[in-house]
């Protein structure tokens, strides 16, 4: 308990001693003319493109990791950076169980180094490679293995052909990152590793049409739960990364031809071969679509909505999913945003009839809840059965510094036979950000989630806290 404060007050001090000469450079007083000065913090997001920011969630700044820089370049042929980042956990009762000694107190370490290279032998074809290397030490509790995924991985492997046949189209084959919207349904590719990778083993062809400004994907994927089935990893460690084998085919249309709207639209198969006692044999057929945009001056808005039919373990699947966000800009010096959000997986008695979220198994709204608490009714970070409603804000009290936090209110859809109990409210779940930039390529981040638990979870009933702090970087 008192590392814990420890550990919270002094890197919030630290974000406070940073962040304070920033403020106050920000809070500079106005000109004769009213005017701010130039390193004001004063810019009106209001007035930011539509496209693609619109799409991201709009409290979440992206990790620098997630977005490599151009690289260093080597007579305009080769191109090699890198990132690293170091995480820190400190969490206690993820299993919502204060009697669990594997589970009551947590507390470890996460680094992660990524290495890359890209090669172009002529103008329009590149091959591009990735190296991470990314293991978790846990310093609490004792476990049998207190170091894992102790390998190296190459999570890029993939050549890029644009201008395809000559025409406006782009085909990328090989092992290669996919993220298509803000990833509801579509971004993870191995959610047993966490975040230490997100891969694909895919071909996709990605067709534009300037005039309509239009974009259509089109995507063959197949993984495997071994993650050494097409490349062997360096020292193997033998971690299966999915549950079970899975194929797909994605269909995937994005339109911005209206004046600061995006329409997407899409079309995904999925298939499933059991390999853990985990795993799901399925077969899943899943039609949707978004819009987002302004809605005024100030006004954002996200509305998804996705249909899913097919069949799970025996069991028929005819669910609905929505993921839906309306959020008011101020336009102020702070950059203030305030949002509502509203999510919807549908449920069933047999959990195998839930809504499947497909490729979209990551932290999304909460690390606690999608990684931790949802491995109580089935797969880890595949929780459905779930109404999802509350408010957030956001907003950077100077340049470099953001900070964010949500509220939370969880309900289920359908009694469920995976809990001891017939509650209808699952709890609260408070989730918060902080984040320093040093420079565009170096940053802190504070990361922290609070669930209180409710009548859905019977004699579950202990408070769950997540508390994660990373230091990033990217050459």
Known sequence: MYRTAHIAFIVTALLVAFATPAIAEGRSTAGPDGSQPANACSQDPCNEPISPDVIERLDREKDITATPKPGAAVDNWFRFGGDARYRT?????????????RTRRRFWHRPRVRLWGEVRP????????????????????????????????????????????????TV?????????????????????????????DAVRATLTDAASSSTLDLIYLQN?????TYMRPFNDAHRDLIEQDEKGAIVYFSNEHFEKTQLESYVLYKNAEAVADSGDDADLYTFG?????????HWRYKFEVAYQFGNKNGESVDALGSNNRIAYCFGDPW????????????????????FDILWGRWTQFSNLYNYYLSVLEGQMAMSSNLHRFGPGIGFKPCKRLYLGANY?????????????????????????????????????????????????????????????????IRW
């Open 224 to 228: 495997h739960a071994d993650s050494a």
């Open 122 to 169: 002529i103008e329009d074809i590149s091959i591009r490679s990735r190296i991470l290397y990314g293991p978790r030490y846990f310093c609490e509790p004792d476990l049998p293995e207190q170091c894992i995924f102790n390998e190296a991985v190459v999570d890029q492997l993939h050549i890029q052909w644009r201008k395809a046949f000559g025409l406006p189209m």
């Open 408 to 472: 939370h209110l969880l309900f289920r859809d359908h009694k469920s036979d995976n809990v001891d109990s017939s509650g209808q409210f699952r709890g609260q779940l408070i989730t918060a950000k902080a984040q320093y930039d040093f420079t565009k390529d170096i940053n802190l981040r504070l990361l922290y989630d609070l669930f209180l638990p409710d009548s859905f979870y019977g004699p579950l009933d202990s408070t769950a806290s997540f508390l994660q702090v990373q230091l990033a």
């Open 289 to 297: 679509g978004l819009a987002a945009g302004e809605a005024g001056p």
């Open 335 to 354: 950059q203030t945003k305030l949002h509502v959000d509203y999510e919807y997986r549908s449920g069933d008695r047999d959990a195998d009839s839930n």
């Open 172 to 200: 990328t084959a090989g092992r290669q990152d996919i993220q298509l919207g803000d990833g509801w349904l579509i971004k993870e590719g191995t959610p047993l590793d966490g975040g230490r990778s997100f891969y694909f």
């Open 89 to 101: 956990y400190i969490e206690k009762h993820i299993r919502l169980n204060a009697r669990n000694p």
